[in-house]
């Protein structure tokens, strides 16, 4: 039955409480002798009057409660009711009240007649499941086999026994009194074939009706066979059939509606017992015609007996062609089912035989059972031949070095033993002639309920794609070496025009040298982002991690980042930057500074943006906010693509590749992070990415201090990641550094070892810088050193002489030229040695050495690169790699052989980008290393000569 709410239960739950309550104490008082017969009459009848009423009620109210189309049979059902709860009344008066005027028949057996219309066409219209019309007809046939062996039962109980007082009665009470047993019969045969063809919603209910009329004729033909013998119906237990049966009717009727939605088309399991049901009146009949065989003398009995079997051999008959054509039928259907599934696998055999990728099923011990065309000619056999081997030994997987891969640790072994499927994007096959090919594969595993039975294995020929890889890759180095060399020695010409060569030039040809600079800037951030974009995709890009303090990795990306923030009238604001995390810190860096670049160009200027870094269990997190326009909820993800650009009017404006945000997402990837954005339209963007945190730090190594050869800094800055950041530079440069974070640290470092120079902020806690520069004069022994103010200030009246005052953000050539200026540096001119095969490229580098006048001498291949080594010994080695003679790893290799250059300074600057390996490949003595155009707009001038000349200048000191 369809489900019901709770509440609707409740009527049905209180009426089967007090049938269950009343029946049992009707049938435990017709036991009791207690107040005699007439008493045990009253409360009999009483009880056929209540519980008729009960009934009527019942049927009227469920009539009401269902919907229209099912409410006739219950209208029906109630009408049989009150025509036995109006009888009942009746006889109730007549047999209690008014003993001495009953009849026979009398005016209750009106009522009692008229019950059996209604009863009949309630019974047969309250079946709501359609039947076929040979499943009528059987039905027909089973309700007249039950009728015609109940006929014959109570023809020898009752029928036989009425008519045999025919001359004794009148006709008019043999009529009303044969009427009842037969009535009875047709009840009951209706009512049995219902009950077991009983099936949807309203299964119990419609048993329920059944069970009610087959107790209420059994009680008839009980109590008429009673009165024929002449004893007395009242208490003897079968008048509780009528009581039971008006029960089980209101009962029925209690119900409550079921929703219609569906019907139950499952098997139904009393399938059975409806075939079997006809064959049990006719075995008692059988049965009672073998214990009393003079009853076959009767002709009626011999012909009802007859009757009974012409029916079954009838019924039988029905069955065997109704089974004949539901097997016709079952025959055509297998046999469009046949077809269809014929059908679908040829459908399904083309697309695989079409498929371009090899195809193959495998049993569960990894045999082969099916092959596609594809499969077969990648493998080099028929596939008829192949079916049947074993996948594993037919091609004899190797792995990305051309070792074998044992069976144990084969993919396609792992899939069918785990039930998992698995990817192979580097794999290698065997044909069966011999020859090896690349291949990527999948293999999905095929079950059977809970059990791996074979699988699926999807692999392709990917030679050409491997050629094409090649081709990509050999191109990537072409450009790497072709477009990076020209363009670092346009800008650098670019560079030295602009800064300071056409001083004296017109202002329209120092603006269209201003506007060839920025030009060649975004071509060479674009053949950068490009190159990173596919070293990434491919895997390629190499990660050098340490551990580094995350206020290191922000401020060095803040520092590199401020000068494009001054242009554009932008505040950058460091925020908390807690926790160390292990990376790649220049990578990281170019994460931070790419992110830094897109929050500058698109925030309004006078804002804010704020760069920080929270640390979580095994996780940092950096974020970079920012103040601007925001991004759509539906931009958020896809700006992370390659070339994605929100508006691209606005990105002509602003500039930009579309593709820095993608080498950020691949940076932090790589690294086992995740970056997202969060935004606002109009209440601008917050980027966020994490790295793997770990617990230690580790500063960059410290110029030894012992020596006094190399010049000590002091570096007093209350702020922690500018602190950072100058010591970084300084170190990097060759100065030991020492760092203060307030004007009392400062002067207490100073005293313990008078530094070479002092960079001095002017706004620290406690002492402030001016008073700790009046400390330092004070002392006898820092009287003389010279003091650089560093602030965020413009330069002002100093109320003690200091030797250079550099504004924040600083520019860090003129803080390496004022160090220089300050400590000073009097030795020889040094001498650097340019290997480069781009002449104007070392033209444009020897350029930026004379105007710091260190001497240059060029090689244009690795042999003169090493003659010039042996006859100049020079301070300094700068090394391009791509030679035309050879590469510059021999060269190296030539030099380390040498006991006077196997210490020499080098500075490799070249367009390839190495990895760890390589790097170590390339050490001689203090070793840096550059890749050409790997640098921002500000710095591809300035860095080079930056580098050079503070290694030269630390080489010869």
């Known amino acids: 039955m369809s489900r019901v709410q709770g509440s609707e239960w409740a009527p049905l739950r209180a009426a089967a409480i007090g049938c269950v309550v009343v029946g049992l104490a009707l ?54 009711a009150t025509c036995y709860a109006v ?78 007082q025919l001359g004794q009665t009148s006709w008019a009470y043999l009529a009303v009194y044969l009427y009842y047993p037969l009535t009875d019969i047709v009840i009951i045969s209706i009512a049995t074939t219902l009950a077991v063809r009983a099936a949807g919603r309203e299964r119990l209910p419609l048993l329920l009706v059944a069970a009610g009329f087959v107790s209420i004729a059994c009680a008839d033909t009980g109590i008429s066979y009673l009165a024929l013998q002449g004893r007395e119906a009242a208490g003897s237990g079968l008048d509780l059939g009528w009581t039971f049966g008006y029960m089980l009717l209101g009962l029925a009727a209690l119900f409550p509606v079921s929703d219609e939605s569906g019907e139950d088309h499952r ?39 007859v009757a009974t079997v012409i029916l079954l051999v009838v019924r039988h008959m029905l069955t065997l062609a109704d089974n004949i054509g539901l097997t016709g039928d079952l025959e055509d259907r297998v046999r469009q089912r046949t077809h269809e599934l014929e059908q679908l696998t040829r459908r399904h055999r083309s697309i695989l035989d079409c498929a371009g990728e090899g195809i193959v099923g495998l049993d569960r011990s990894g045999r ?128 030295l025009l602009h800064g300071g060569l056409l001083r004296e030039a017109p202002p329209q040809a120092q603006r269209m040298v201003h506007i060839a600079v920025e030009s060649t800037d975004r071509l060479i951030r674009l053949i950068n982002d490009i190159l990173d974009v596919e070293r990434l995709a491919a895997g390629k890009l190499a990660l050098h991690r340490q551990i580094w303090p995350a206020a290191t990795l922000i401020g060095r990306a803040v520092a590199e980042m401020r000068g494009l923030a001054a242009q554009t009238g932008v505040r950058l604001e460091v925020g908390a930057a807690a926790g160390s995390v292990d990376a790649d810190a220049d990578r990281i860096v170019q994460t931070v500074a790419n992110l830094l670049s897109n929050a500058i160009k698109f925030s309004p200027a006078g804002s804010t943006i704020r760069v920080a870094a929270e640390a979580h269990d095994s996780e940092v997190l950096l974020s970079v906010s920012d103040q601007g326009p925001g991004i759509p909820s539906d931009q958020q993800e896809a700006i992370f693509g390659r070339f994605a650009q929100i ?51 580790v500063e960059p190594p410290a110029s030894p201090e012992t020596d006094d050869s190399v010049p000590t800094v002091l570096v007093c800055e209350d702020d ?50 001016w008073s700790a520069i009046a400390a330092i004069r004070a002392e006898e022994r820092t009287r003389d050193v010279p003091v650089l103010i560093v602030s965020g200030s413009e330069p002002g009246p100093a109320p003690t002489p200091v030797a250079a005052w550099l504004s924040k953000p600083l520019d860090v050539t003129a803080l390496l030229a004022s160090l220089q200026d300050v400590i000073g540096a009097g030795a020889a001119r040094p001498c650097v040695l340019i290997v480069e095969d781009d002449p104007a490229l070392s033209r444009v580098l020897s350029a930026l050495f004379a105007e710091h006048d260190v001497l240059t001498v060029h090689a244009d291949s690795a042999r003169t690169a090493l003659r010039l080594s042996r006859d100049l010994a020079p301070d300094l080695l700068l090394l391009d790699l791509l030679l035309p003679d050879s590469d510059g790893f021999d060269l190296v290799d030539w030099l380390r052989g040498d006991p006077r250059l196997c210490r020499v300074p080098l500075v490799v600057y070249s367009a390839l980008d190495l990895d ?28 080079v000569l930056e580098l050079l000349d503070t290694v030269v200048s630390g080489a010869v000191r």
């Open 267 to 305: 098997a139904d399991p009393r399938a059975l017992v409806r075939e079997l049901l006809p064959y049990v009146p006719v075995a008692v009949v059988l049965a009672t015609t073998g214990v009393r065989p003079g009853l076959l003398t009767d002709k009626v009995l011999v012909g009802l007996l």
């Open 916 to 943: 760890e390996d390589d790097k170590q490949r390339l050490r001689l003595g203090p070793t840096e290393f550059f890749t050409k155009t790997r640098t921002n707009p500000e710095e591809v001038e300035r860095q």
């Open 87 to 164: 009888g009942n009344g009746i006889w109730f008066y007549y047999q209690v009240l008014a003993p001495e005027t009953q009849t026979y028949p009398g005016p209750a057996d009106v009522f009692f007649v008229a019950v059996v219309p209604f009863a009949v066409a309630g019974m047969l219209t309250l079946p709501r499941r359609a039947l076929s019309p040979a499943a009528r007809v059987r039905a027909v046939a089973d309700g007249a086999i039950i009728g015609t062996a109940l006929l014959f039962v109570s023809w020898i109980l009752v029928v036989g026994p009425l008519l045999a």
């Open 368 to 495: 082969l059972t099916f092959v596609n065309p594809a499969a077969a000619a990648l493998l080099g056999d028929d596939p008829d031949e192949l079916v049947g081997a074993s996948f594993h030994d037919l091609t004899q997987p190797r792995d990305v070095d051309g070792q074998p891969i044992p069976a144990d640790v084969d993919p396609v072994v792992g899939a069918l033993a785990d039930g998992q499927v698995r990817a192979v994007g580097d794999g290698t096959y065997r044909r069966t002639d011999g020859t090896d090919f690349p291949v990527e594969l999948t293999v999905a595993p095929v079950r059977g309920g809970e059990e791996v039975t074979g699988a699926v294995v999807m692999f392709r020929d990917v030679t050409e794609r491997r050629a094409v890889e090649r081709m990509k890759d050999e191109f990537v180095s072409v450009v790497s070496h072709e477009l990076r060399t020209p363009l670092t020695s346009l800008r650098g010409a670019l560079g």
């Open 720 to 769: 922690a990641a500018t602190r950072a950041v100058i010591i970084d530079l300084l170190r990097s440069h060759g100065y030991n550094v020492i760092g203060a974070a307030s004007g009392e640290e400062a002067l207490a470092l100073a005293a313990k070892k008078a530094p070479d120079a002092v960079l001095m902020d002017l706004t620290l806690p406690g002492v402030d810088g």
């Open 647 to 697: 508006d691209a009017s606005d990105t002509r404006e602003k500039g930009g590749s579309g593709l820095g945000l993608a080498i950020c997402r691949g940076i932090v990837e790589q690294h086992g992070g995740r970056i997202w954005v969060q935004s606002d339209p109009g209440a601008g963007a917050t980027f966020r990415f994490t790295l793997p945190r770990v617990e230690r730090s």
């Open 27 to 80: 049938a435990t008082f017709g036991q009791m002798d207690v107040g005699g017969q007439q008493l045990k009459r009253a409360v009999t009848d009483a009880g056929f009057v209540v519980f008729s009423v009960f009934a009527a009620s019942a049927c009227f109210r469920a009539a009401t409660l269902r919907p229209s189309r099912r409410r006739l049979p219950w209208w029906l059902l109630g009408a049989a």
